[in-house]
């Protein structure tokens, strides 16, 4: 399969990294707002064709789907686009920033019929996985759960401590 990535920061490549590791998949190109952080993941992922401009990312010969990693933002028009070009996408979290945005996406999602997924992921972590079997086994019965995330950022940093694009 070949697929594009939108998202040059520390999530893009997250999923670079994680892609790498996955027989049959060729990312081809590499969409970025910061065009030389681009040109420099590019190169390191062996990327051969990168750009700023999701069009044109969409238009490379072959390409089946998009990896959206890029800000809440834009989030949902850059998934519209997507599947209005007749790429599947997986849409990094949050899918977007309003109700209103999230069912425009799933409402062209049912037009196109392309995939449309959203990146929740943590289900493939060890610990969310053994605790998933113990309640599937019945050894464990979900009373209450709370599960918060807070991020206290003084500045425009991403995950991996770099100003954001």
């Known amino acids: 399969m070949k697929i594009g990535v939108a998202g040059q920061g520390a999530f893009g490549v997250k999923h670079l990294e994680a892609v790498g590791n996955i027989p049959g998949i ?3 190109t590499l969409t ?3 065009q030389t952080a681009t040109a420099e993941v590019a190169k390191r992922f062996k990327i051969p064709h ?3 401009d999701l069009a044109e990312s969409l238009k490379q010969p ?3 789907a998009m990896i959206l990693a890029t800000p809440t ?3 949902a028009s850059q998934g519209i686009q997507s599947m209005r070009a007749g790429k599947h996408v997986h849409i990094e979290i949050p899918i977007a ?3 209103a945005d999230t069912e425009r996406l799933v409402k062209v999602h049912k037009e196109t019929g392309v995939v449309c997924m959203g ?3 943590r289900r493939f972590n060890p610990s969310h996985q053994y605790v998933h079997k113990k309640i599937k086994a019945g050894e464990l019965k979900i009373q209450q759960m709370n599960v918060q995330t807070y991020f206290f950022r003084r500045t425009n940093m991403n995950a991996a401590g770099r100003p954001r694009s």
């Open 50 to 52: 990168w750009t700023g």
């Open 32 to 34: 970025g707002g910061n």
């Open 26 to 28: 060729e990312v081809i």
């Open 73 to 75: 933002g834009m989030h």
């Open 97 to 99: 920033d309003s109700l």
């Open 119 to 121: 990146g929740h992921t």
């Open 62 to 64: 072959g390409l089946e």
